[in-house]
T-cell receptor, first 112, second 112 residues
Framework: QKEVEQNSGPLSVPEGAIASLNCTYS??????FFWYRQYSGKSPELIMS????GDKEDGRFTAQLNKASQYVSLLIRDSQPSDSATYLC????????????FGAGTRLFVKA | EAQVTQNPRYLITVTGKKLTVTCSQN?????MSWYRQDPGLGLRQIYY???????DKGDVPEGYKVSRKEKRNFPLILESPSPNQTSLYFC???????????FGAGTRLSVL
């Protein structure tokens, strides 16, 4: 069974701090990695995608991928109360089909 | 406006009464997918489709059917719904193998 694991949280950080969200995955054939944000009662929306080892930055968000350790993370700098949401890690492997496996999500609270 | 449209948004039905949840996208995406979301379990993929007439099972296909007769539409069919299919359902679409997925607003289904 291919798995994606996330700490369910809640993760609580003060406004302006760095929030660090982590995700591990079990399928070494995974090639595409995504972070989605989901507000309560809403649909997931893409925050970051990453496909190769290293860091990828987009504004206040940085995704980090380490395929050898099967680990992907999301850093949110200068966290804002509007960042309070559930963050979903998603992994897609191209072997045996194109399934997408989501983690159960990490709830983030940013305190003003 | 680029969007994924699901209907209905809310549905209450009874055990065994066949139902269809429609999904349509206007982005000419090849890849479409259905997920269910349950508390503590995150998003789990039901079925996905790589293109017209090409569908494949996700992780939780039992009790569901899909069809992809047109590129824009990907309906989810529950032939004989049961209470354990009470859930929040999301349709998503994506273009190409990198599969950044765009989600519909969700359908909340209750099976009594």
């Amino acid at each position: 069974q291919k798995e994606v694991e996330q700490n369910s949280g809640p993760l609580s950080v003060p406004e302006g701090a760095i929030a660090s969200l982590n995700c591990t995955y079990s399928d070494r054939g995974s090639q595409s990695f995504f972070w989605y944000r989901q507000y309560s009662g809403k649909s997931p929306e893409l925050i970051m995608s990453i496909y190769s080892n290293g860091d990828k930055e987009d504004g206040r968000f940085t995704a980090q991928l380490n395929k050898a350790s099967q680990y992907v993370s999301l850093l949110i700098r200068d966290s804002q109360p509007s960042d309070s949401a559930t963050y979903l890690c998603a992994v897609m492997a191209y072997t045996g089909g194109f399934k997408t496996i989501f983690g159960a999500g990490t709830r983030l609270f940013v305190k003003a | 406006e680029a969007q994924v449209t699901q209907n209905p948004r809310y549905l209450i039905t009874v055990t065994g009464k066949k139902l269809t949840v429609t999904c349509s996208q206007n982005m000419n995406h090849e890849y479409m997918s259905w997920y269910r979301q349950d508390p503590g379990l995150g998003l789990r993929q039901i079925y996905y489709s790589m293109n017209v007439e090409v569908t494949d099972k996700g992780d939780v296909p039992e009790g569901y059917k899909v069809s992809r007769k047109e590129k824009r539409n990907f309906p989810l069919i529950l032939e004989s719904p049961s209470p354990n299919q009470t859930s929040l359902y999301f349709c998503a679409s994506a273009q190409g193998a990198k599969n950044i997925q765009y989600f519909g607003a969700g359908t909340r289904l209750s099976v009594l």
